[in-house]
């Protein structure tokens, strides 16, 4: 079946620690994004990618980092420059501009 | 400063009923406008869009109004089910922009 998987659906890190989550999709859309999600908030960008090999800062950016070097693979990087990282965070992928994002199950990260 | 907003974070509804959730914005260079339904620790799941030379879109028991001058959209959920209980996130794009801005969510609970 066609889709976006985001793994692991839990993770837990130590305070300072870098983790990087994982998210492939085999729907052959060019464009991938991470969303994150807090408690009584809307999804908010945090980087998306185009096409392979390039990537743009999304909205909250700040303390993470990305690489596509495969068009069906997008990874996020939490760093421990993210002051507050423990968040629900969302992958997703489109065809392109002004189409519909599909979106994996989720990562909810909690930092201890 | 957020450009989508939705102003009712619940809305709970009998089963059977219309349910209407409502959303607003303030970017009028968006133009394609999207709904998405989440049940909790999954991922969005994609309802209906419509874009800007339009007013109105049908799908099965889902409709959305969109009202440019107001800046306003509504979806309609006729007949409501109890399976409709979920969070409802309403979302904006500009013409081709591949980032899509979210509200903050409203919550339907339907009644048996």
């Known amino acids: 079946d066609g889709g976006i998987t985001q793994s692991p659906k839990y993770l837990f890190r130590k305070e300072g620690q870098n983790v990087t989550l994982s998210c492939e999709q085999n729907l052959n859309h060019d464009a991938m994004y991470w969303y994150r999600q807090d408690p009584g908030q809307g999804l908010r960008l945090i980087y998306y990618s185009q096409i392979v090999n390039d990537f743009q800062k999304g909205d909250i950016a700040e303390g993470y980092s990305v690489s596509r070097e495969k068009k069906e693979s997008f990874p996020l990087t939490v760093t421990s420059a993210q002051k507050n990282p423990t968040a629900f965070y969302l992958c997703?992928?489109?065809?392109?501009?002004?189409?519909?994002?599909?979106f994996g199950q989720g990562t909810r990260l909690t930092v201890v | 400063d957020q450009q989508v907003k939705q102003n009712s974070p619940s809305l709970s509804v009998q089963e059977g009923r219309i349910s209407i959730l409502n959303c607003d914005y303030t970017?009028?260079?968006?133009?394609?406008f999207l709904w998405y339904k989440k049940y909790p620790a999954e991922g969005p799941t994609f309802l209906i869009s419509i874009s800007s030379i339009k007013d109105k879109n049908e799908d099965g028991r889902f409709t959305v109004f969109l009202n440019k001058s107001a800046k306003h959209l509504s979806l309609h959920i006729v007949p409501s089910q109890p399976g409709d209980s979920a969070v409802y996130f309403c979302a904006a794009s500009q013409d081709n922009d591949y980032k899509l801005s979210f509200g903050a969510g409203t919550t339907v609970t339907v009644r048996a």
């Open positions: 970017n009028s260079m968006f133009d394609y």
């Open positions: 997703a992928s489109s065809i392109g501009g002004s189409t519909e994002a599909f």
